[in-house]
Every structure is written in C-alpha cells, then in structure tokens.
C-alpha cells in the first residue's frame, strides 16, 4: 500500500512539473493557431493581467481606434507582423476604460503614457519597447526581428 502511494503521489509530481515546465515555456502567440490565425488579436484587461502576472514572452500593442496615430501605425504594424510571421495582441485601450473604469492601473504597471506602444516581454519582462516613433514598415519589421 505504501508503494503504490509513492508510485502515484511521484506520477502526480512528473505530471505537475512537466505541466509547470509547459506553461513557463509557452509563449504569447507561439502559433498563428494560437492567435487566431490573425497577426493580431484583442485582449481584455484580465487577459492582459493574465500576461504580466504570467511572465509570458512576446509583443503587446497598446492603442486605440479614436488615436490619430494609432491607426496608420495599426496598419502598418499588421502588414509587418504578417511579413515577418510574427503576432501580437492588441490591448485597446478605448475598449479596456469602458470596460474598467481601474484599467490605468494596468497601464501604470505596463509603464504606457503615450499611444501606439509597443512592448516585446521576455518572460514577463520588458526588454524593448517600440513607441510608434518609426514610421516606415521597413523599420517595423527589423525592430521586430530584433526581439529575441
């Protein structure tokens, strides 16, 4: 009795490692599966809490459809994302303050004070952000490429 209790609390363990192994070691939108098959997906604020507190790895867009900047950079964005076979999410932040009138605090944590933003995250880390400062797609896809 005592044997199949080790043998089934160490098979509980196996499992339980290799799932928290399998949740680090994914990232944002790994697979066009994953995000749709878009280059960019809309996420809410508790998906976005989600992605902070989950110290996940890839690209996060903050915008907004009523910014005059943000748009044109949308587009841009999207046609480098999808020449690049790369995607990110899009945390509209129109969307977020109707949803969450506390959603600043989000914001506040993602350091954002100005849109189009575009942060990559290395495990939940910041490690570039790109702020709608480059207006050619060119430039947009080897800033892309550049994140590793």
């Known amino acids: 009795m005592v044997i199949l209790l ?3 609390t160490l098979a509980l ?3 339980g490692v290799q799932l928290i192994v ?9 697979t066009k599966a994953e995000a749709n098959e878009q280059p960019m997906r809309n996420i809410t604020n508790s998906q976005m809490k989600g992605i902070l507190a989950e110290k996940k790895t890839g690209y996060v867009y903050v915008g907004r459809p009523t910014c005059p900047d943000c748009e ?3 587009k841009r964005l999207v046609s480098a994302l999808e020449a690049t076979d790369r995607q990110a999410f ?3 932040t129109d969307k977020a303050r109707e949803a969450d009138k506390n959603y600043t605090a989000i914001i506040k944590q993602m350091g954002v004070k100005v849109v189009p933003t575009l942060i990559y995250y290395t495990r939940g880390l ?5 702020r709608g400062d480059l207006d050619d797609e060119t430039q947009i896809k080897e800033w892309l490429a550049n994140q590793k």
């Open 90 to 92: 899009y945390y509209n």
């Open 126 to 130: 910041e490690t570039d952000r790109y």
């Open 13 to 15: 363990f196996v499992v």
């Open 72 to 74: 044109p950079f949308r």
């Open 6 to 8: 080790t043998v089934v």
């Open 22 to 30: 399998d949740t680090h070691a994914k990232n944002l939108a790994d």
